[in-house]
């Protein structure tokens, strides 16, 4: 490159340095336009991974959520088709002994835990493909499932993303059944209180308004008890 350069002439030094710039240039500009490539397919793929692995997480919690109770997932559709094809009047001679068929929750946890499912098949590896799919099928049969095997699987697999060591061998983790739902009712219920008692605030503002004005033209710095200072 100094062989180059010719210094016999300002022209030829300028042409020179004028070359130079233009080779330097052209040389930060395919430096910087690849480092933003690299750079942005980093941020594409960091996305997939955060978003990855929030659903998953997000799964993990609606299939464990729960240690007590009911740790099964009950495909109560099954049952309501079938009581749906029954005959109306067999339908009104027959009592339900069962509550849980008909039980809100039961249908609110069914429907969770099966976008759960979706989600892991979707975005999962090939073990929770493979165990999200069996406990599809099970739910598809009308059979109860257990979705603790999952929940382990998803478990270990979030804490190595994260870079979290294993749970130790010596911890005794109880099974893990699918989180339950709290009811719509309470929050209805709060709801209504709530506006109740937005109208009787706006009672007790027209009833204020109304006593203001009926104690004359004054309103309140009119003596309502004249008869006492004639005394």
């Known amino acids: 490159m100094l062989r180059n350069i010719d210094f016999s002439s300002w022209r030829n030094l300028l042409a020179t340095l004028i070359g130079l ?25 960091n996305r997939q991974i955060n978003e990855r692995l929030r659903t998953l997480i997000a799964a993990y919690k609606t299939l464990g959520g729960s ?33 849980a068929a008909g039980s809100d929750r039961t249908r609110r946890i069914r429907d969770a835990v ?22 599809a099928r099970e739910l598809v049969a009308g059979n ?44 209805n219920k709060r709801e209504q209180g709530k506006d109740e008692s937005r109208q009787g605030k706006g009672d007790d503002m027209g009833m204020g308004g109304g006593m203001g004005a009926g104690l004359g ?5 009119q003596d309502p008890w004249p008869s006492d200072h004639r005394q």
């Open 144 to 187: 109860p499932v257990h979705t603790h095997e999952l929940v382990i699987s998803l478990r270990n697999f979030i804490r190595r993303a994260l870079d979290l060591a294993p749970v130790p061998a010596d911890v005794a983790i109880p099974m893990q059944g699918p989180t339950r739902l709290t009811s719509s009712g309470g929050q």
């Open 21 to 45: 710039a233009l080779f330097t240039f052209l040389g930060v500009g395919i430096r910087l336009l690849v480092m933003v490539m690299v750079q942005q397919r980093r941020e594409r793929m």
């Open 67 to 99: 240690f007590t109770g009911d740790l099964t997932v009950d495909p109560t559709h099954l049952r309501e088709l079938r009581r749906r094809d029954k005959p109306a009047a067999e339908n009104e001679t027959t009592l339900d002994l069962n509550p």
């Open 114 to 135: 099966e976008s759960a499912l979706s989600d892991i098949i979707l975005l999962g590896t090939e073990e929770h493909v493979a165990l999200a799919g069996r406990a």
């Open 217 to 221: 033209p004054g309103g309140l710095d």
